[in-house]
C-alpha cells in the first residue's frame, strides 16, 4: 500500500511495510513512538518538493476544492502510476474520486488510514530527510498566510482601517471648526458687529478679518478678491457707522491667529475629504456608487471593517445608528425607526416623507448586495452599483409619479387599460363661469325675498282664525270681497282690530268665572 501524504514543502509518497499493524487502529500510535519504530512500519519512496509558495499556494487551493493540481499529477504519474498493482492511502475522499476518475488508480480512505496520517504527521521531521524544521515551519506560516488571503479574497490595498480614522477626524475636524468660527464671530463682533450679518460664509468671513484687521482700516483695503463688489460697498458702508467698541493692538493678533487657525483646519478638511473620497472608491466602489462616500464611510466606522459591514443583513443596514431609537420602541412597544446612517443617502433625501420608509428599505438591500460584492469579490469595478442605483431611481420616479407600471411578478408587466373608445357629445361652453359679478341686483333679491315670507305668513294666520256663526257668515263674504279689493295695507290692519276684539272678548268671561268661584267658597 502506498500512502500519500501533503505537506506544506510537497507532497511524500511512503510505502507501508506492514500493513498488518493497521487492522489494530487503537494501538497504532504505539508503533509511531520513537523515529526507530515509525521506519520499521512506514518508509518514504518519493518527496517533491515546491519551488516557492506561489507553487504551494496553487497546490493547496487545488487540494481545498477537491481538484489535482499539476505538481500532484506529476507526482502521481511518476511515482505510483509504476505501482498501479497497489491501492493508494488519502485523507480526502473526493480527491480520491477524482484520482481514481482520471488517473484510474484504486484510492482507500478509512479510519485506519486517518490514524496512520496522524502517525506520520507526528514523526514527519525522522521520515523526511533533508527537510530541516525551520525550513518547514517557515513554509508553513507563509503558506497559511497565503491561503487565507485566498479564501477572503483579501487584498493589502483593500485597508478599511485608514477609511474608519480618517472619517472620524473628519467629524472632529467639522466640530472644532463649528467652535473656532463661533468663537471669531463673537470676539470680533465687539469691535465690528455688523460684519458677521453681512458677510455669512465662515471662510470669507476669517480670510475678511486677516485682510482688515481694525475696521478703519477697511475703507483703504481692496476686498474684491475675496467678497463680490456689492458686499464689499456693504462692508465699506458699514465700518464708518460701525457701533463697536475700540480693541489694542494685541486684541486684533489675537484674532488674527485664531483666524489662520480656522483658514488652515478649513484647508485641511478639504483635502482630508478628497482622500477619504479616493480610499472610498478604491476599497468599495460599489458602496460609494450606491450611498456616497461619507455615509458608506460612516457605515463601515460603526461595523468596524467592510467585512463585519458585509456580514449584516439589509434589515440592519437600514437601521444602523439608530440603535437607541430601535431599543427605546422594542422596549416601549411603539413603531421601530425606518432609517439609521442611511437616511443621509441622497437617494433617500429627495423623497417625499411618505416614501421615505419604502426608500430607505430597498436601498438597504440593494446596499448589502454592493458591500458583500466589495468586500468578498474580485472586480473592483462600480458596475453593479451604477446599475443598482438605475433601478432604485427608476423606482423612485414611480412612486413620486404614480406611473401607469404596476408591480407584477416579473416586475416588467405593464398595467391593464380599457379601450378607448371616442364619444361624440358635443359639449357646449358654459359662460356663467367666467364673471364673479351677480347676474341680479341686490334690490331685485330683496323684494323677492320679502314676498315670499309674505305668501308663508298669511296661510298660517288663517288656520288660527275661530269658527264664526252661520248668521253672521253672509256678512263676513260681503266684508272679505270688500277687504279683497282694498289694498294689502288696509288689510294687515284690519286683521290686528279683530285680534284685539277676540282678545278683548275673552277677558270679561274670564273676570265672570273668578267671581263665580268666589262666591261658591263663601258659601
Known amino acids: 500500500m502506498l500512502v500519500l501524504f501533503e505537506t506544506a514543502a510537497g507532497y511524500a509518497i511512503f510505502k507501508v511495510l506492514d500493513e498488518s499493524k493497521l487492522q489494530q487502529v487503537d494501538s497504532l500510535y ?9 521506519n520499521k512500519i512506514v518508509k518514504l519512496k ?8 506561489t507553487e504551494a ?3 493547496a487551493t487545488a487540494l481545498v476544492e477537491g481538484k489535482i493540481g499539476k505538481s500532484l499529477k506529476k507526482v502521481l504519474k511518476k511515482v505510483v502510476a509504476k505501482e498501479a498493482h497497489e491501492q493508494l492511502a488519502i485523507s480526502d475522499v473526493k480527491l480520491g474520486g477524482v484520482i481514481k476518475e482520471k488517473l484510474d488508480l484504486s484510492c482507500v480512505h478509512s479510519p485506519a488510514v486517518a490514524e496512520l496520517m496522524r502517525c506520520i504527521r507526528n514523526q514527519m521531521e525522522a521520515l523526511i530527510t533533508g527537510l530541516p524544521q525551520k525550513e518547514l ?3 508553513s506560516l507563509g503558506l497559511a498566510h497565503s491561503l487565507s488571503r485566498y479564501k477572503l479574497k483579501f487584498s493589502p490595498d483593500k485597508v478599511d482601517t485608514m477609511i474608519v480614522q480618517a472619517i472620524s477626524l473628519l467629524d472632529d475636524l467639522d466640530k472644532e471648526l463649528n467652535n473656532y468660527i463661533m468663537r471669531c464671530r463673537e470676539w470680533y463682533g465687539w469691535h465690528f458687529p455688523e460684519l458677521g450679518k453681512i458677510i455669512t460664509d465662515n471662510l470669507a468671513y476669517c480670510k475678511t478679518v486677516c485682510k482688515i484687521g481694525y475696521r478703519t482700516n ?10 463680490p463688489e456689492e458686499i464689499e460697498a456693504e462692508v465699506k458702508l458699514a465700518a464708518e457707522i460701525s457701533m463697536g467698541t475700540e480693541v489694542s493692538e494685541q486684541d486684533i493678533g489675537n484674532i488674527r491667529h485664531l483666524c489662520t487657525q480656522v483658514i488652515d483646519i478649513s484647508e485641511y478638511r478639504t483635502q482630508l475629504y478628497d482622500y477619504l473620497k479616493n480610499r472610498m472608491m478604491a476599497i468599495a466602489p460599489n458602496l460609494t456608487v450606491m450611498v456616497g462616500e461619507l455615509v458608506g464611510a460612516r457605515l463601515i466606522s460603526h461595523a468596524g471593517s467592510l467585512l463585519n459591514l458585509a456580514k449584516h443583513p439589509a434589515s440592519t443596514v437600514q437601521i444602523l445608528g439608530a440603535e437607541k431609537a430601535l431599543f427605546r420602541a422594542l422596549k416601549t412597544r411603539k413603531d421601530t425607526p425606518k432609517y439609521g446612517l442611511i437616511y443621509h443617502a441622497s437617494l433617500v433625501g429627495q423623497t417625499t416623507a411618505k416614501n421615505k420608509g419604502k426608500i430607505s428599505r430597498m436601498l438597504a438591500a440593494k446596499t448589502s448586495l454592493a458591500i458583500r460584492y466589495d468586500a468578498l469579490g474580485e472586480d473592483t469595478n462600480a458596475e453593479m452599483g451604477v446599475e443598482n442605483r438605475a433601478k432604485l431611481e427608476a423606482r423612485l420616479r414611480y412612486l413620486e409619479e ?4 404596476r408591480i407584477s411578478g416579473t416586475g416588467k408587466a405593464m398595467a391593464k387599460a380599457d379601450k378607448y373608445q371616442h364619444k361624440s357629445e358635443v359639449k357646449l361652453y358654459d359662460p356663467s363661469g367666467d364673471s364673479t359679478i351677480p347676474s341680479t341686483s341686490k334690490k331685485r333679491k330683496l323684494e323677492e325675498m320679502k314676498q315670499e315670507e309674505e305668501e308663508v305668513v298669511t296661510p298660517a294666520k288663517k288656520a288660527k282664525k275661530p269658527k264664526r256663526e252661520p248668521e253672521t257668515a253672509e256678512v263676513e263674504g260681503e266684508t272679505s270681497r270688500a277687504a279683497s279689493e282694498e289694498p294689502p295695507k288696509k288689510k294687515k290692519k284690519k286683521q290686528k282690530k279683530e285680534l284685539e276684539e277676540s282678545v278683548e272678548v275673552t277677558e270679561p268671561t274670564k273676570k265672570k268665572k273668578k267671581k263665580k268661584v268666589k262666591e261658591e267658597e263663601e258659601d
Do not use: N, Y
Open 402 to 405: 404614480k406611473g401607469i407600471r
Open 218 to 227: 477697511v475703507a483703504s483695503s481692496d476686498l474684491s478678491d475675496l467678497l
Open 30 to 38: 504505539k508503533e509511531f513512538e520513537t523515529p526507530e519504530k515509525a
Open 137 to 139: 515551519s517557515a513554509m
Open 57 to 59: 499556494l496553487a497546490a
Open 46 to 53: 518519493h518527496f517533491e518538493k515546491f519551488q516557492d509558495t
